[in-house]
């Protein structure tokens, strides 16, 4: 069964420098999700994107944050400079269009484990 | 895409036993998604019921609809150690996923 992957599975970084969090959408998918779960709390939605552009943001996704679709099989996540609380489980997911036009069902990667020290 | 309220919050049962989780919501929907999510982990998609339909079944699961009262529930038969997880229901229809506390079940072997 296709599934979303996503690299690497844990990453260390010091505070103030860019990540990058990469993705493999199912192949046949066009909506494409990232989310975040910081530890203990809630799965938060960041952005949705969709015809090669963002098509909803939350208040979370400010300008530090940027999505990226640079070939036909990855979606990326960059957080320019990380800040302390950026720590969190990233997710990305992806569906299809459903028979309305709209997005069908999320099937969500196993995470990213990104640690700002 | 509008939260739903899951209940109850936590649950521990006995392995074999069934388990019972209810979520509500408030606005009308095209859909109803259930998600599970072990510990730090992603989350699963389980289920899809769509609002003309009443009753879904896979495998274990059970998942009906009530749209008059905005309500739908996941039935988990003859639960499983492995069953161990959170639950969370989130409607469809449009692109976000919200997603409230859970109901966590615990399934002890």
């Known amino acids: 069964e296709p599934e979303v992957t996503q690299t690497p599975s844990h990453q260390v970084t010091q505070m103030g420098q860019e990540v990058i969090l990469r993705c493999v959408p199912i192949?046949?998918?066009?909506?494409f999700y990232w989310y975040r779960q910081i530890l203990g709390q809630k799965v938060e939605f960041l952005v949705s994107f969709y015809n090669n552009e963002i098509s909803e943001k939350s208040e979370i996704f400010d300008d530090q944050f940027s999505v990226e679709r640079p070939d036909g099989s990855n979606f990326t996540l960059k957080i320019r400079s990380t800040k302390l609380e950026d720590s969190a489980m990233y997710f990305c997911?992806?569906?299809?269009?459903?028979?309305?036009?709209?997005?069908?069902?999320?099937?969500f990667g196993p995470g990213t484990r990104l640690t700002v020290l | 895409s509008q939260q739903g309220e899951e209940d109850p919050q936590a649950l521990s049962i006995q392995e074999g036993e069934n388990a019972t989780m209810n979520c509500s919501y408030k606005?009308?929907?095209?859909?109803l998604q259930w998600y599970r999510q072990n510990s730090g982990r992603g989350l699963v998609h389980l289920i899809l019921?769509?609002?003309?339909?009443r009753e879904k079944h896979s495998g274990r699961l059970r998942v009906t609809l009530d749209t008059s009262k905005k309500s739908s529930s996941l039935l988990i038969t003859a639960s499983r150690a492995a069953d161990t997880a959170s639950y969370f229901c989130?409607?469809?229809?449009?692109?976000?996923?919200?997603f409230g506390k859970g109901t966590k079940l615990t399934v002890n072997p």
């Open positions: 192949s046949n998918h066009l909506y």
């Open positions: 606005t009308s929907i095209n859909n």
């Open positions: 019921i769509r609002s003309n339909e």
């Open positions: 997911a992806s569906s299809e269009v459903g028979l309305a036009g709209e997005a069908d069902t999320q099937y």
């Open positions: 989130s409607q469809g229809g449009s692109e976000k996923l919200v």
